[in-house]
C-alpha cells in the first residue's frame, strides 16, 4: 500500500539535479560526438603512444613516395609531425569503424594545410571514393601555391551513400608538397556549427535535457603524467588533461595520448564544450585534475610549481568562461566567437584521487585560490572511486570538517546494489557537504540493469535537498572501440542507439519535478530472495567454448543470459570478471576456470535452470 500526502511538500529539486558525464572514452571524441571523419588528420598517431599505431594510422598510400617529418618545416610547435609527398602522389584516409560515412546530396567541407616548393604551384585533387576505388562524388581540384603554410578549404558533394566511404587526396606535377590536418566535417553538424559535434549523437544527448555536462573526464583528467614525461612541456603528449591545450585554432592544439590508450585530437575542446552546454541548456561543469592521479595510479606531484600552475590555469578557466571580453583569457572567448560569458557556477577540482590526505592537502590550495578570487563559485571535491571503505571515509571526514560545497561520489555497482541501497542518502548529513554522484551505473546493459537504476534514482530524488547533481557513466561508446562498458549511447560510424538506461535516463531528466512528494509504503511487492552461494565454472574445462548461457528460475524468469553476440573484448579488463570473449562470438571458461556468473547476493530463487551451449575446441 503506498500512501501519498499531496498536500505535503518534501525537498525541492533543481531543475539542474540530472546531467550528463561527457568522458573521451571508447573513443567518444574523435570518431564519435565530434564530427571529424578523417582519422589521425595531423600524423601525430605514435607507436610510443599505442604498439598499433604509427604516423600513418587511418592512412594508406595510392602512390609516391609519402614521410611523415617531424622537422623546423612543421605548421606550429603543438602540431609536431606533417606529411612531405614527393610528387605526383597520393593518400587515402579510412576514417572510423568500416570507414567514412556519406550520405548522398550530402555536402562535406574539407581543408588541408599545404605548401609546395613549386614557383607556379602544385595541382591537389581531393575526392570521395568506396574501398574498391569508385567515386562517391566529384573531384575537387585545388592549386597550393607559395611555400608557406596555408590553409585550402572546398566542399565535397556525396553523389551516393557510402559507409566504407574514402578520402582521396591526390598531389600532381613534381617537386615537393607538405601536408598538414587534413580535415572533412559534414556541413550537417549539430546546430551547423563550424569544428561542430555529429548530429544524431548530439541530438540524442539533447533530447535527455540534461541539466548539467560534466566534463572532460574521468580518469582521463587526472592521468597521464605517469607516463613520465615533461609536464612542463609546452607541446609534449602523454600529460594530464590541460584545458589550455584544447583551446583556440584546431591546428593550433596539442594532441595527446590518453589514458585511454588512444590518440585524442582535443578538436573537441574547452571552447566546443561550453559551447555544446550553452546549446543544450545545460549548465557547463568541468573537472580539473588535483595532481593527485587516482585511477589506479595513486601519485601526487610533489612539485610545488607544478601545482601552482595547475591551480593559475584553473583561475584561467575561470576567467575564460566567465571574463570580461576586456581579460586574458576572456579575450581568447571572444576570438573564438563568444564574447558572452558561458556562466561557469560550479566547478570539479579532482577525479577519483582517493590518497585522501594527499589530495586533501593540495585540493585546499585550489580551493582557497578560487574562493579568494572567485567566491561564487561551487567548487565540487572528490571521494575517490568507491561507495564505501577507508579511504571514503577519511575524504568525506576531511571535505566535512573543512566544510566543503559538495563532494563527488563515483561507483559501478551490480543491479542488486541498486535495489538494496535506495536508502542511502536517507541518513547523509543535512549540515555537510552536498553530494554530486559524478558516476554511477549498474554493470550491464540490460533491461534489468536499467530497472534497479531507475529504482535507485527515486531514492536521489527522494534525498534531492542532499544530492544535487546526479550523472550516469559513461555517455559514450564507439561499438568497435570499447574500453568501458555498460554506456549509456552505443553509435557506429553511421547509426547510434540509446540503450535501456539511456530511457531510463530520459525519463527522469524530461520529467524533473518542483519538489518531493513524500510517500509511504507497506508491504513487499516484490522481494528476490538472494542465494547463498555462486553458480561456478570450477568444473568447466578450458578446451571448451561456451556459448548462450541462460540461468532461468523455476517460474520461467530470466536470471542471467548471454549469447556474447555482441562482446568484441574481454570483460575482465572492467572489473567484470566473468568471461574470456573469443571472436566475440563465444566464451571460453577462464585459465582457473572458477568466475561465477551468478553471484551470492543475486536476485534468484532456490530452483533454477541452467542451460549452456558448448563446443569442444581440443582435448578431452
Ligand atoms: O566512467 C569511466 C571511468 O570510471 C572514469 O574515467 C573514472 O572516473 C571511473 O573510474
Known amino acids: 500500500?503506498?500512501?501519498?500526502?499531496?498536500?505535503?511538500?518534501?525537498?525541492?529539486?533543481?531543475?539542474?539535479?540530472?546531467?550528463?558525464?561527457f568522458e573521451d572514452i571508447n573513443r567518444a571524441a574523435d570518431g564519435g560526438l565530434y564530427a571529424e571523419l578523417v582519422q589521425n588528420r595531423s600524423f601525430e598517431y605514435s607507436t610510443a603512444d599505442n604498439a598499433a599505431y604509427t604516423p600513418f594510422t587511418g592512412w594508406a598510400p595510392t602512390g609516391g613516395a609519402l614521410d611523415v617529418v617531424n622537422d623546423d618545416g612543421r605548421l606550429n610547435e603543438r602540431n609536431r609531425n606533417y606529411l612531405r609527398v614527393g610528387l605526383p602522389a597520393g593518400?587515402?584516409?579510412?576514417?572510423?569503424?568500416?570507414?567514412?560515412?556519406?550520405?548522398?546530396?550530402?555536402?562535406?567541407?574539407?581543408?588541408?594545410?599545404?605548401?609546395?616548393?613549386?614557383?607556379?604551384?602544385?595541382?591537389?585533387?581531393?575526392?570521395?571514393?568506396?574501398?574498391?576505388?569508385?567515386?562517391?562524388?566529384?573531384?575537387?581540384?585545388?592549386?597550393?601555391?607559395?611555400?608557406?603554410?596555408?590553409?585550402?578549404?572546398?566542399?565535397?558533394?556525396?553523389?551516393?551513400?557510402?559507409?566504407?566511404?574514402?578520402?582521396l587526396v591526390t598531389g600532381g606535377g613534381t617537386g615537393t608538397l607538405r601536408l598538414d590536418e587534413v580535415s572533412l566535417f559534414p556541413k550537417d553538424t549539430f546546430k551547423g556549427r563550424p569544428n561542430g559535434l555529429r548530429k544524431d549523437l548530439a541530438e540524442k544527448i539533447a533530447a535527455l535535457e540534461p541539466g548539467?555536462?560534466?566534463?572532460?573526464?574521468?580518469?582521463?583528467?587526472?592521468?597521464?603524467?605517469?607516463?613520465?614525461?615533461?609536464?612542463s612541456s609546452n607541446w609534449e603528449r602523454k600529460r594530464s588533461y590541460q584545458w589550455k591545450d584544447t583551446i583556440g585554432p584546431v591546428e593550433q592544439r596539442a594532441t595527446n595520448a590518453n589514458f585511454w590508450g588512444y590518440n585524442q585530437s582535443y578538436g573537441l575542446g574547452y571552447y566546443e564544450y561550453f559551447q555544446f552546454s550553452e546549446d543544450i541548456g545545460a549548465m557547463p561543469l568541468p573537472v580539473v585534475p588535483a595532481l593527485v592521479t587516482g585511477c589506479g595510479q595513486n601519485r601526487a606531484t610533489d612539485d610545488p610549481a607544478l601545482l601552482q600552475r595547475h591551480i593559475q590555469d584553473t583561475l584561467d578557466l575561470i576567467e575564460f568562461a566567465n571574463g570580461p571580453v576586456d581579460s586574458t583569457w576572456g579575450r581568447k572567448r571572444a576570438a573564438m566567437g563568444h564574447p558572452r560569458p558561458f556562466n561557469l557556477t560550479h566547478l570539479g577540482v579532482g577525479n577519483e584521487e582517493n590518497l585522501a590526505d594527499a589530495f586533501f592537502e593540495r585540493f585546499t590550495q585550489f580551493r582557497a585560490a578560487i574562493e579568494a578570487k572567485h567566491p561564487d563559485i561551487t567548487i565540487i571535491s572528490n571521494s575517490g572511486p568507491d561507495d564505501t571503505g577507508a579511504n571514503f571515509d577519511r575524504l568525506w571526514q576531511l571535505n566535512r570538517e573543512a566544510g566543503v560545497d559538495m563532494v563527488d561520489e563515483h561507483y559501478y555497482n551490480s543491479p542488486n546494489w541498486f535495489l538494496e541501497n535506495n536508502n542511502r542518502y536517507d541518513s547523509y548529513d543535512r549540515n555537510g557537504p552536498e553530494v554530486f554522484l559524478g558516476e554511477y551505473a549498474s554493470q550491464d546493459n540490460r533491461f534489468y540493469n536499467a530497472l534497479s537504476e531507475a529504482a535507485f534514482m527515486t531514492g536521489l530524488e527522494r534525498n534531492a535537498d542532499v544530492v544535487k547533481l546526479a550523472s550516469y557513466a559513461p555517455l559514450l561508446s564507439n561499438e568497435d572501440y570499447v574500453q568501458w562498458r555498460p554506456d549509456m549511447i552505443w553509435f557506429n560510424n553511421h547509426a547510434s542507439w540509446g540503450s535501456a538506461s539511456y530511457e531510463v535516463q530520459k525519463l527522469f531528466m524530461t520529467n524533473v519535478g518542483d519538489h518531493v512528494v513524500p510517500s509511504t509504503a507497506s508491504g513487499t511487492p516484490w522481494s528476490p530472495s538472494p542465494i547463498t552461494g555462486a553458480i561456478a565454472l570450477s568444473s568447466w574445462a578450458t578446451s571448451v567454448a561456451y556459448d548462450d548461457v541462460k540461468v532461468t528460475s523455476a517460474d520461467g524468469r530470466e536470471l542471467f543470459a548471454d549469447d556474447f553476440s555482441g562482446d568484441a573484448g574481454n570483460w575482465t579488463g572492467n572489473g567484470y570478471g566473468r568471461w574470456g570473449v573469443q571472436d566475440g562470438a563465444y566464451v571460453q571458461s577462464d585459465a582457473t576456470a572458477t568466475n561465477p556468473i551468478v553471484t551470492a547476493g543475486d536476485p534468484s530463487w532456490s530452483d533454477f535452470t541452467f542451460s549452456v551451449k558448448a563446443t569442444k575446441l581440443s582435448g578431452s
Open 91 to 167: 593518400l587515402i584516409n579510412a576514417g572510423y569503424n568500416s570507414g567514412i560515412n556519406v550520405e548522398k546530396g550530402k555536402r562535406y567541407d574539407f581543408s588541408v594545410w599545404a605548401r609546395t616548393d613549386q614557383a607556379a604551384g602544385t595541382p591537389l585533387e581531393v575526392g570521395l571514393t568506396d574501398p574498391a576505388g569508385k567515386e562517391l562524388g566529384q573531384e575537387l581540384k585545388l592549386r597550393v601555391r607559395g611555400d608557406g603554410w596555408t590553409r585550402y578549404t572546398g566542399v565535397l558533394t556525396a553523389r551516393e551513400s557510402s559507409t566504407t566511404g574514402r578520402l
Open 1 to 21: 500500500t503506498l500512501t501519498i500526502d499531496p498536500t505535503a511538500k518534501g525537498a525541492s529539486i533543481d531543475d539542474t539535479m540530472y546531467g550528463v558525464f
Open 212 to 231: 548539467f555536462v560534466r566534463f572532460p573526464g574521468g580518469c582521463l583528467v587526472n592521468t597521464g603524467s605517469h607516463y613520465g614525461y615533461d609536464e
